[in-house]
Structure formats: structure tokens, C-alpha cells
DNA sequence: GCGCTAATTGACCGGCCGGCCAGTTAGCGC
DNA sequence: GCGCTAACTGGCCGGCCGGTCAATTAGCGC
């Protein structure tokens, strides 16, 4: 800003800018979000801003695509990582995949805002992820080790839609009465999901 | 606006400015709505607004408010109309709280808003619906009809979220691969959920 | 009918928003 | 060292944002 320390380094700036921008998008939505607030958080110039990403807008791509990189990777190495199909594995699955949410707030915010804007540019990356997924689902379910009469789809997206709901709505349900902490409802959402994806024996 | 009709009806006007209000706030979340178009759309002037309703945040304040009536009133209403404690009974409230809102995408966007800004002063009519609803569950649980090993506001709490997040997030995951319709999604949910909270025999 | 209240209007405001641009200068290739 | 590119600055702008105000008038109580 000032005459002191004269050096350039793009690249900090940039991840300056992004960084900043992110904090304050996951905070408070794209409109809401004013660019000379965000350059006295980045300390940097509005110019700048201009300069390194064009306008709010692209600026706005640039960080929700970082942000669902970053998940998209999370996931793929957590699916991947993942070995015989059974049961068991769905569970702890199911665990791996709150606990990220919950050391993750900020992409849930970010996955929170972009649902209501209607913006689906990163649905192919996560149908990606959920095909994956559903596919692992299924070979499980042909093992006989998991309920073959439930769209493998809907199997997932049951579990990831709760996990997301609890935490995007965490604000509001936290103080519903008799509610539990994070692990004890991950606990009881376990005990239903686990018991009615598992056939009878 | 012109001369023509010289009607003054107050009602009918703040009736007007609501449900416009509701439409955009609805579609854009406060911050992005402007007071011009809003004025616009409810087809009156931008004073009039603020005669009416003192500022935008006020505005808001009402337009959630009048929403949140609606939903509760409407919730309680489904409450009351519950009969003998049993599981069928669960389903089917699963069932109507599920088509509720498919009903009533409004409420749900609404909701999703509030719960970003994390305002949460709709939570005490909230907390007053949980509880009557957790305490349904605790009766059927003591009958032997559910499990008795789970905490009644979880139950309550993951097929609230389940559902809210299957219209929340519809414009995700309506494109992930092998998703069903509302229908086949809420059957394939209620065979994990109805399974998961009644106890074997 | 008369007068008072409040609904309604349109002109207006200060502020700040996102964005632009001319000018400066650091840093890198040569 | 030299020059060129681009990183960076600060001042500026048009527009429109939410909000105000004085003037007008419809409608209701009496």
C-alpha cells in the first residue's frame, strides 16, 4: 500500500486476495460481500483486485472453483483409499465423511451459497464423485452385504444429505431441545442408516 | 403509480409489497434484492415501501416472520391430527412433512437463507414443534414400536434434514447419476429410515 | 360536508458500489 | 546495465443504492 517494502510477488497476492475472499464469501454470500472490504482484508489495493481476477464476479468462479477442487480431491482420495467393499467400510465411510465437513466449514457454506444461487458448475466433478460412489454401493449390494432393493444413488445421497443439512443448519437446530453434540448424533444416525441399509438376515 | 384508479387500500398494498418481497427475497436472499425492483414488482412506489415498513431489514424481518407463521401453523396442525403413537404413523408423517415442502419451495429457500445469515429467531417456534414432535416419538419408543436406543430429537433431526436438503440442494444433486424422482427418493429414504428406527423383533 | 389521519407520490440526497485508467516502478530476460 | 512486461497505485467516475421529505389527496369519524 505504502512506500515500504517494495517487493512483488504475484503469486502471494494472488493467494492473499483468494484467501481473503473466500473468508468473506463463506461468511456472507457473493452480493453481500463489498470489494473495498475485502481489499482492506487482503491489504491490498481494489486495483489489484481488478488486475489479478477482472471483476467481482470472476473472482467469485475463482474461489468456488479452488474451494471444490480442494473437496473434489478430499473425496476421490478417501474413495479411493477405500478397500473391500463390506459394510463396515460404508460405516466408516459415513464417519470420514462428517468429520470432514465438520473440520471443513467453509465448503459447506460455499456448497450452501452456490445451492441457492441455482449454480451447478461444479456438478461434474461431483457426479464424479457420487457415480463412484453409488458403483461401490452396488458391488456391495451383489455380495448380498448390503440391501439389494435401494437405488445405490439414494443410498448416498441420503447419508451425504444429512451430514451436509447438519452442518449447513447447524445455527438453527442447535438449539432444539434434547438435540445432541455432533458425535452423538453421527452416533444415532449411524444406528438408523446402518440397521436399514443392512439386510435381514 | 398514475392517476387512474385513486383506491387507497393500506391492506391490500402491504399484501402487495409482502408477497413481492417474499418472491424476490425468496429467489435472491436479501442482500442481492433491490428496493427499486422490488418496488417494481408489487407495482408501487419505493416510499411506499418504507412507509410501510420502515427500511429493507424490516421488510425482511416480516417477510420472514409471515412465512414462518405460515409453516409452523401448518407444521402444528399436521402435529395435532397425529392419532395413536405407531410406526405407520411416522412414515406417514415423514411422508406429509416430505410433500410439505415439495409444496412449498418458498419456505424451504427461506429457511436455507436464514440459516446462512445464521439468524435463528424463528427457532423458538421451531423448538416448540421438535419438542412436541420428540415427545411423540419417546411415547412410541416406551410402547416397544421404536427403537428405544436412539435419541427421539435425532430421529426427528434426520428426517427433517434429509428432506429440507432433497429441496435445498435439489439443483445439485438432481443431475448426479442414476438420481431418482421426489418419489422414488422418498421411498428408497423411508425403507433406510423406516428400518433403521423400528426394532427388530 | 368538514377535518384529520395516513396512504401515496415523485423529486431528491449522500454515499458508496464495482470498475476504469493513467502513471509508476519492480523484476526478469537479455 | 537496459528495456519491456506486468504488478501495482491512487484518484476518479457514473450509476444506483437505501432512504428522506414536502406536497397531495383519499377515506373515515363525526
Given at each position: ?52 481476477f477482472g471483476s467481482k464476479e470472476q473472482l467469485w468462479e475463482a474461489v468456488k472453483d479452488r474451494a471444490f477442487e480442494r473437496y473434489f480431491t478430499a473425496q476421490m482420495a478417501m474413495l479411493e483409499e477405500a478397500g473391500e467393499p463390506d459394510a463396515a467400510l460404508l460405516r466408516s465411510s459415513v464417519e470420514a465423511y462428517f468429520h470432514f465437513l ?100
Amino acid at each position: 500500500m505504502n512506500q515500504r517494502t517494495q517487493i512483488r510477488d504475484p503469486e502471494l497476492t494472488r493467494a492473499r486476495i483468494l484467501e481473503a475472499a473466500e473468508a468473506l464469501f463463506v461468511e456472507q454470500g457473493f452480493s453481500a460481500v463489498k470489494l473495498s472490504e475485502l481489499a482492506r482484508a487482503a491489504e491490498v489495493t481494489k486495483s489489484l483486485i481488478h488486475h489479478h481476477f477482472g471483476s467481482k464476479e470472476q473472482l467469485w468462479e475463482a474461489v468456488k472453483d479452488r474451494a471444490f477442487e480442494r473437496y473434489f480431491t478430499a473425496q476421490m482420495a478417501m474413495l479411493e483409499e477405500a478397500g473391500e467393499p463390506d459394510a463396515a467400510l460404508l460405516r466408516s465411510s459415513v464417519e470420514a465423511y462428517f468429520h470432514f465437513l465438520r473440520e471443513n466449514p467453509g465448503v459447506v457454506r460455499l456448497f450452501a451459497w452456490t445451492h441457492l444461487e441455482g449454480d451447478n458448475h461444479c456438478s461434474e466433478l461431483d457426479s464424479q464423485l457420487v457415480g463412484a460412489g453409488a458403483e461401490w454401493v452396488r458391488q456391495t449390494q451383489l455380495r448380498g452385504l448390503l440391501r439389494a432393493d435401494i437405488n445405490p444413488t439414494h443410498i448416498i445421497a441420503v447419508f451425504v444429505m444429512t451430514c451436509t443439512q447438519w452442518f449447513e443448519a447447524k445455527c438453527h437446530h442447535q438449539h432444539w431441545p434434547g438435540m445432541g453434540s455432533d458425535e452423538a448424533f453421527l452416533e444415532d444416525f449411524l444406528k438408523i442408516f446402518m440397521e436399514g441399509v443392512t439386510p435381514r438376515e
